[in-house]
C-alpha cells in the first residue's frame, strides 16, 4: 500500500524494506520521506465497519475490507499523527484540516460500497459537514464489494 500511495515511488530492497519516496498526506497538507510518518488509514475504521455491519461478515469478507485495494479511497497514506488522532471516529467526531469534501465522499463511498449502515447521528453529522463545507451535489459511484 505505501508504492501505491507514494507521490515518488520509493526502492524495494531486500526484505521489502523501502528507501527514498515521498507520500502526501491529504488529511493536514504534509509530505513525508520516511515510511515511520505514514500510516494507512482504513477511511471507515475497523471498528466503525465492526458496529456498522461488518460482525455479521465472514472472516474472509472481513480480510478483503480490511485490503480493499479495489476502490482507491477505501485505505489512504496519511501522516500517523493524523491516523492516531482520528482513531475509530466516524466524521461525528473527527474530521481532517483539509480536503473535507474530499473525505466525506470517500467516507460514504466506503460505506456504500460494503454496505455498511450509518447511525442518526453519524447520519445527520454527514448531512450537517456535506452543507457546512459546500459539498452538496457531489456524486458518488462506486462498485458494490462483495
Not at 88 to 95: G, K, V
Request: net charge negative; hydrophobic share 35%; proline share 3%.
Amino acid at each position: 500500500m505505501l508504492i501505491e500511495e507514494a507521490d515518488e515511488a520509493p526502492t524495494v530492497g531486500s526484505g521489502c524494506s523501502l528507501s527514498g519516496g515521498r507520500w502526501y498526506s491529504y488529511y493536514d497538507g504534509l509530505s513525508w520521506t520516511a515510511t515511520i510518518d505514514i500510516d494507512i488509514d482504513h477511511m471507515v475504521p475497523l471498528a466503525e465497519a465492526w458496529d456498522s455491519g461488518a460482525r455479521t461478515w465472514t472472516s474472509t469478507e472481513r480480510r478483503d475490507y480490511a485490503n480493499d485495494l479495489g476502490f482507491y479511497g477505501s485505505l489512504v497514506g496519511v501522516t500517523d499523527n493524523e491516523n492516531q488522532e482520528k482513531s475509530d471516529a466516524d466524521p461525528a467526531e473527527w474530521m481532517p484540516d483539509l480536503q473535507k469534501c474530499r473525505y466525506l465522499k470517500e467516507y460514504v463511498s466506503v460505506k456504500i460500497r460494503w454496505r455498511l449502515t450509518v447511525d442518526t447521528a453519524e447520519q445527520s453529522a454527514l448531512a450537517d459537514l456535506t452543507s457546512a463545507h459546500g459539498c452538496g451535489g457531489q456524486a458518488v459511484s462506486v462498485t458494490l464489494a462483495r
